[in-house]
């Protein structure tokens, strides 16, 4: 089915060329529980291990249960090709390491999840490729930052906690300039936003969280644009301009457009050398269960959003909230990228700031009942968790300042419960806070 024209509620469950099950007709998404797959003939064995045939070899690089949830993530995204991994860390990881090696360096936003922070910072690094943190407020900090050993800029669309949105095209055209290409987290934004449409070259997704939406399974995957030219530049990507050892030579970014007549070395190098080398596959069962998720994305996307409004103005005029941190009530520069990239629709997630500092935030968070009180973002569920008695509690006051997590800073992630009872459970934690400061000052 042709369905690059289709809008996301189709997308999510006819995009990509699967339609049914070849061998039984099922409509359903069959789990492909298998390892391996028999060669035909030793030519075609040999053509798939030339790429001059793309079909299954073994379950390690690809899979027909994870390749409708590529294509149908490629679909969503606006993308041409997508890499399912086994989380979005394994996700985030690959897409640096497909561009970059010991001696080399990226610019990333300072504004990103902790566990990335914490593979960039430290892992990465480790291994020799240098990470440099830029204030995304101003654009330019990134070319700032930027030498000749710079393959990569690296952002989230919309990073908690502070929920300001990352001005995507602006650092995209700076990175074009130079022969960089953006890569995105959205994370946070799946449908709102679609970094593709502003520049980014490449698009990470942890699975784990809205796509498959019911707390199931751990997922991530890579979307390659195939809109960036990785050979106009060639001193500034080595990976896609030299001959690759372990591809019999291959110049990667010249053979696999010819080869493919697809402008996706990115992807292709990912999967065959990345995913072949390192490993980290998704399971078809994870693939399977992300894919029931991804089918009702749009309408759970549209039920997170609206009911997220909807709590974060009941919070913005409650006596016992200080402060709400919400895309729409931004200001400024931050108002019109939250505007111009979410398109009204402002995520799901929300900063408060519940008075009476830690006591607060930890009153608030003990009293609620349907709220759950997770580590975790972008279930069906409402979740709830207090930073700086759980996450950010091993920095200093001054480190979690500098994160966006004060004292009483609470992170809600609005499920799609009914809105009225989401509102009566944040009324009881909010009256268990307010007891809370009577209690400290008495
Ligand atoms: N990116 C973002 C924005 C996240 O919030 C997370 C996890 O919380 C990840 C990546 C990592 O994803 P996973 O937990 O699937 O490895």
């Known amino acids: ?102 001696g080399d360096n990226i610019v990333c936003s300072t504004d990103i999840y902790g566990g990335t922070w914490n593979l960039f910072n430290n892992t990465l690094r480790a291994q020799g490729i240098d990470v440099r943190f830029a204030d995304p407020s101003d654009p330019e900090n990134f070319r700032k930052l930027t030498d000749d050993k710079t393959r990569a800029f690296y952002a989230e669309t919309l990073p908690n906690p502070k929920l300001t949105v990352f001005p995507i095209e602006e650092v995209a055209n700076i990175g074009r300039s130079l022969g960089i290409p953006l890569i995105v987290d959205n994370t946070a934004a799946p449908l709102s936003c679609k970094p593709f449409d502003y520049g980014a070259a490449v698009v990470v997704h942890s699975l784990t969280k809205w796509i498959g939406g019911h707390g199931t399974s751990v997922g991530g995957a890579i979307i390659d644009g195939a809109n960036f030219d990785w050979t106009k530049f060639p001193e500034r990507q ?44 998704i399971s078809p069962n994870n693939a399977f269960n992300i894919i029931q998720g991804l089918e009702t994305l749009p309408l759970r996307i549209k039920q997170h959003n609206s009911n997220a409004l909807e709590v974060a103005e009941f919070l913005k005029g409650h006596d016992q909230v200080s402060k709400v941190t919400f895309p729409k009530f931004a200001e400024g520069k931050a108002k019109e990228n939250a505007d111009k990239y979410l398109n009204d629709n402002y995520g799901s997630m929300i900063g408060i700031e519940v008075k009476n500092g830690v006591e607060g935030g930890k009153a608030f968070i003990d009293a609620l ?43 809600l992630c609005v499920g799609i419960e009914h809105v009225e009872d989401i509102i009566e459970d944040l009324k009881i934690g909010l009256d268990a806070a307010s007891k809370a400061t009577t209690t400290a000052a008495a």
């Open 238 to 281: 080595p990976n896609f301009n030299q001959p690759d050892p372990s591809y019999w030579g291959w110049v990667l970014g010249k053979v696999v457009p010819e080869v493919l007549g697809a402008n996706i070395a990115y992807a292709v190098r990912a999967r065959f050398v990345l995913l072949r080398d390192l490993g980290s596959a």
């Open 1 to 102: 089915m042709t369905t690059t024209s289709k809008h996301p509620e189709t997308l999510a469950l006819h995009g990509g060329s699967y339609r049914k099950d070849t061998t039984t007709n099922a409509v359903a998404v069959p789990i492909y529980q298998t390892t391996s797959y028999e060669f035909n003939s030793v030519e075609h064995a040999s053509n798939l291990f030339s790429l001059k045939d793309l079909g299954n070899i073994y379950s390690r690089i690809m899979n027909p249960t994870n390749a409708v949830l590529e294509e149908r993530l490629a679909a969503i995204e606006g993308g041409a090709v997508a890499l399912a991994l086994s989380s979005g860390q394994a996700a985030s990881a690959f897409s640096i390491q497909n561009v970059a090696q010991a």
């Open 369 to 411: 009942q349907l709220h759950y009180h997770v580590a975790n973002i972008g279930d069906s569920r409402s979740l709830a968790i207090h930073p700086a008695s759980t996450t950010h509690s091993q920095l200093s006051a001054e480190e979690q300042l500098k994160a966006g997590v004060t004292p009483g800073y609470v992170r």
